[in-house]
T-cell receptor, first 114, second 112 residues
Framework: KAGVTQTPRYLIKTRGQQVTLSCSPI?????VSWYQQTPGQGLQFLFE???????NKGNFPGRFSGRQFSNSRSEMNVSTLELGDSALYLC?????????????FGPGTRLLVL | KNQVEQSPQSLIILEGKNCTLQ??????????LRWYKQDTGRGPVSLTI?????NTKSNGRYTATLDADTKQSSLHITASQLSDSASYIC???????????FGTGTRLQVFP
């Protein structure tokens, strides 16, 4: 079974731009969660989608949004990028809700905002 | 407030030695506790997941323990290898809240 894939792997943007990141979960997994990881903060939860519905949301501004499609693939969008948005963005999938299942992480998208 | 604290923040050991990483949590109600290994620049990989009724679980040279009464967990690495150099993250799930609470991790470096 193929693992979680994320595209693109690396991205460079400038302040004020917007970005869309993509995540394809493991086949059969219905939950996709997104995380931001920075050296000083560790893993910070963004949101979780299950069956195309946002189930949970972390403490991030409204510039961060996401969605999930009927095939469980998910996208995350960040608008009006700020320098502080530079981070590794990880997505993780699980068969059911993340709180009760082992999550499988993708390799991440490294975003650099200049 | 639900929190997960890990110690030490970083650790350096020699190849072949054993080490133990600690995780204390205040999450309630408790559902399960996970340990992840994250190599630099890569996504975390699950090592173990333990529920309330489990007090020890092994995955090769990794052994996790859980004391639900004291709300403590440890990850013991036996006969360390250079490839064990990574960050180890403790994650606790709160029951019925759909929330995962992440620790900030322990950075382990194994030297030859």
């Amino acid at each position: 079974k193929a693992g979680v894939t994320q595209t693109p792997r690396y991205l460079i943007k400038t302040r004020g731009q917007q970005v869309t990141l993509s995540c394809s979960p493991i086949s059969g997994h219905r939950s996709v969660s997104w995380y931001q990881q920075t050296p000083g903060q560790g893993l910070q939860f963004l949101f979780e989608y299950f069956s195309e519905t946002q189930r949970n949301k972390g403490n991030f501004p409204g510039r961060f949004s996401g969605r999930q499609f009927s095939n469980s693939r998910s996208e995350m969008n960040v608008s009006t990028l700020e320098l502080g948005d530079s981070a590794l963005y990880l997505c993780a999938s699980s068969p059911r809700l993340a709180e009760s299942e082992t999550q499988y992480f993708g390799p991440g998208t490294r975003l650099l905002v200049l | 407030k639900n929190q997960v604290e890990q110690s030490p923040q970083s650790l350096i050991i020699l190849e072949g030695k054993n080490c133990t990483l600690q995780c204390n949590y205040t999450v309630s109600p408790f559902s399960n506790l996970r340990w992840y290994k994250q190599d630099t620049g890569r996504g975390p990989v699950s090592l173990t997941i333990m529920t309330f009724s489990e007090n020890t679980k092994s995955n090769g040279r990794y052994t996790a323990t859980l004391d639900a009464d004291t709300k403590q967990s440890s990850l013991h690495i036996t006969a360390s290898q250079l490839s064990d150099s990574a960050s180890y993250i403790c994650v606790v799930s709160a029951k019925n809240t759909d929330k995962l609470i992440f620790g900030t991790g322990t950075r382990l470096q194994v030297f030859p």
